[in-house]
């Protein structure tokens, strides 16, 4: 009776000791808008979001933890405090809620003209990498999906040929338009 009681007592310390000293990672996020400052000296940026959202982000640091942030979305983007291009319309990767989030990195979609299209899915079409959507004023809109879109869900970023939807979810799509074809850079699921 001693030898079990005293192995219950050891295990239950044993798991309070390692659940003391487990990290939480933090999921990584996205979101697009133009940058209207960069700050170096407070390790800040500001983006004009398209969402609406605060656009205050304080940069990553190390002391910040563990961050889970997708292996192929991370390697095309650059580290919040090395990107240097203020006016850019870019994907911003953060973690975090409130005012102040912080920044993980960035991904400058270039300085063509972007889209923010919000509606219903219609199709997802994984093999010929289509996504259509209704807009609000009962229009199909189609998108096609890059290797560099990118998806943002409730576990975090991921490579956008990855995401999962179903019809009748609700998207918001920033995209650009070439040779007559919309590829979308971001697709962030929207709840109403």
Sequence with gaps: MMKA?????????????????????????????TVTSINPKIEMIEVDTDDGSSGHFQWLKKSDGAIDFDKTVSADSIAVDKFTTKGAHVIVFFFG??????????????????KKSTG???????????????????????????????????TGVMEGYKIDL????????????????ATAWLIVPRFE
Excluded: W, Y
């Excluded at 019809?167 to 007559?180: E, F, I, L, W, Y």
């Design 5 to 33: 009681l005293f192995r219950v007592c050891f295990v239950a310390m044993l798991i309070s000791i390692v659940s003391t000293f487990a990290i939480a990672q933090e999921r990584v996020h996205a979101l697009s808008g």
């Design 97 to 114: 809620e409130g005012n102040v989030r912080t920044a993980v990195a960035v991904h400058d979609l270039g300085n063509g003209s972007l």
């Design 120 to 154: 219903t899915l219609v199709k997802l079409n994984r093999h010929d990498h289509l996504l259509t959507i209704k807009n609000s004023a009962g229009a199909e809109e189609s998108f096609r999906l890059d290797p560099r879109t990118v998806a943002d869900t409730s």
């Design 166 to 181: 179903g019809k009748g979810d609700m998207v918001r799509v920033t995209s650009s338009q070439a040779n007559g074809t």
